[in-house]
DNA sequence: GGTTAGCACTCTTATTGTGGGAGTGCTAAA
DNA sequence: TTTAGCACTCCCACAATAAGAGTGCTAACC
């Protein structure tokens, strides 16, 4: 593939991105701003309809990029301008000013979709959410606990159980002890583990009350897991986008929203990958996403993976922009819960 | 206004409820069975029209209610039919498996969403959320604590805070002891006011780790009142409707569902009605819901309001059907916090 | 007096036709 | 290799037309 052709494509998918519509070669005579004629121009963009990079909507428009146009230009075209210093102390700031990890993440997640006019999201990082470190039962009134499970840097999950019996504050208390003293640190896959085989062994030689505190702290374990571990914000503004603006792809869109499991697939494909990752148009391999592409990025500390953020919308999307956004609010935020965990309780 | 000309009016909007078209005097001579020709129909209809109940989009149109028409047909035409028994315990099934409030909330407002195929909102109860129960102090590493708050019938609010010093965690036992002595039961809303006075007057007389601890309590019971107090779902079931369908008028109302204290005003001046209540097009004040209705309705536990809910779509909506609906499910959700309640804490 | 048939009228909606504009592909010449 | 020229295609906006639905009004009917 020639010099100028990808020049061409680079001129072509930037000039649509801005204004939307297909591009002509009068248009793009004038853009590339080498004083060529635009039958010239027609003959280049021929080509790179013949290698599948372009595509006119109707005989006689202008040329789009294809997925694979698009998918070259990010790839080895595209020119990320870096964010301005000032736009990312902004952001600093704000992720500073969240105290816990939800907000942290929520904090994110709405930075994102702020600065790109896109819909943000962020995935709870998952060593947060799976490190057991603290039980306690609070007695509510008749036979019922309120147990309270804090895990990872400050996470709380909390649960009503019903319980046969009535037990004494101290009873309470001192299951709580015990269970924190026994598990703290640990991994809540294995803490679940390791209770479902004590309440095996322990069959006959513990007491009651040790069996009925195993059975309690299960239950709020199984609730722990499956919670929310996806923000999602500024969907209203993939409204704002004409090629979108179908009622019909909206409703699967802000359904897969609220549904969030779809996404939460998606986003855990790319936890594999290092920095940025992208997937344009059908290559998610969601049908409903298809005219939608996904900038994603990991967040880690020292090496390991918390988890995934990144946007979602239009295909047309200004990647030259998008793209740092994501890699710096990846890359803050996981600053962000350094700073937590370094003086972290495990 | 004759007895047949209410019999019209009611006749028509249950048409249009129907299938959303303008009725015509044909249609409305066959619907209503009487055997009278589509002139004599059409004179009733410029009648109700000349008093403002019903309107034609153009000269050659059928009618279609105005606001005036809607509130007479809720107001004294309507005929609501009583949900189906095996229904109603349904939804009772569903309530009754939700074990604390914000799921017991969650679940009221899918259900009134998912059977009214609206939008539906419950508001998190009052008093179930403005009751201090019980405070904890969890030390975390550093000087970062973990403060927990449990209100009500065990509503959970946690926040990390920083302190000056490190505490022994039998200090922080005492100090969570002592406070929820102090403040068990109490209205939150009396326990800060009551913190900030004491703040003052313990200026000197008491030792520094007290005042402290007043300070976290505080910190912690400032986040814990604008918590989110509305339950939103079913958003995107309004997308189906013809009358809505308008990219603009959904980010609007879209936004308002994100926001949500435009809508949270707007039910806090339902709480004082008693049962259900209903807004039809811009009588809800807000331009937003100019093309819609609200139907809400109180819940209450021994006359003692608790918080209000209801369903949101638009102003041609099933209100024989969506009345009963919003009716029952305030019931049932008053009901299940009765339960809850009548052996709480408090 | 209420009810009805008849009729002219209005307005919407769908269909069709028309012309202009934008852009293309191809060919032949520079 | 580049360019000008030209015929061609397709979209789009606009007008014209016809059909259909429904109205208001009048005059006659029971």
Chains 1, 2 share one sequence.
Do not use: W
């Amino acid at each position: 593939m020639s010099e100028r052709a990808s020049y061409f494509l680079k001129a072509l998918i930037e000039r649509y991105i801005r204004d939307g519509q297909p591009v002509g070669s009068r248009t793009l005579a004038k853009d590339t701003g080498l004083d060529l004629s635009p039958a010239t121009v027609r003959n280049v963009m021929a080509d790179l309809e013949d290698m599948g990079l372009v595509t006119s909507p109707h005989t006689s428009s202008g040329r789009v990029p294809t997925v694979s146009g698009y998918r070259l230009f990010v790839d080895s075209l595209l020119t990320v301008q870096p964010l301005a210093e000032q736009d990312i102390n902004a952001c600093q700031t704000e992720l500073a000013a969240a105290a816990d990890v939800t907000t942290l993440v929520d904090t994110a997640s709405r930075l994102l979709s702020s600065i790109t006019h896109l819909t943000g999201m962020v995935m709870v990082p998952r060593c947060e959410r799976d490190v057991f470190h603290q039980i306690e039962f609070v007695p509510l009134s008749g036979t019922r606990l309120l147990v309270i499970l804090v895990t990872g840097a400050g996470e709380v999950h909390n649960r009503i159980v019903y319980t046969d019996h009535t037990y004494t504050p101290a009873q309470l208390v001192q299951a709580g002890n015990m269970l924190t003293a026994m598990f703290s640190g640990q991994d809540l896959h294995t803490v679940r583990q390791q209770l479902l085989d004590d309440l095996e062994q322990t069959h006959q030689h513990v007491d009651q009350l040790m069996r009925q505190v195993l059975q309690l702290a299960q239950q709020v374990l199984v609730t722990a897991e499956p919670k929310d571990h996806l923000l999602v914000s500024g969907q209203t503004n993939l409204m704002e986008f004409d090629e979108l603006a179908n009622i019909e792809r909206l409703k699967a869109l802000f359904a897969a929203f609220t549904e969030k499991h779809q996404l939460l697939d998606l986003l855990d494909r790319c936890i594999a990958a290092e920095g940025v990752q992208i997937f344009i148009g059908d290559e998610s391999g969601y049908a409903l996403l298809d005219d939608c592409s996904l900038v994603t990025a990991t967040y880690r500390v020292r090496g390991q993976v918390l988890g995934v953020l990144g946007v979602i919308g239009p295909t047309r999307m200004n990647y030259q922009r998008v793209i740092p956004v994501v890699d710096v609010t990846a890359r803050l935020l996981a600053a962000a819960f350094g700073q937590q965990s370094s003086c972290s309780i495990v």
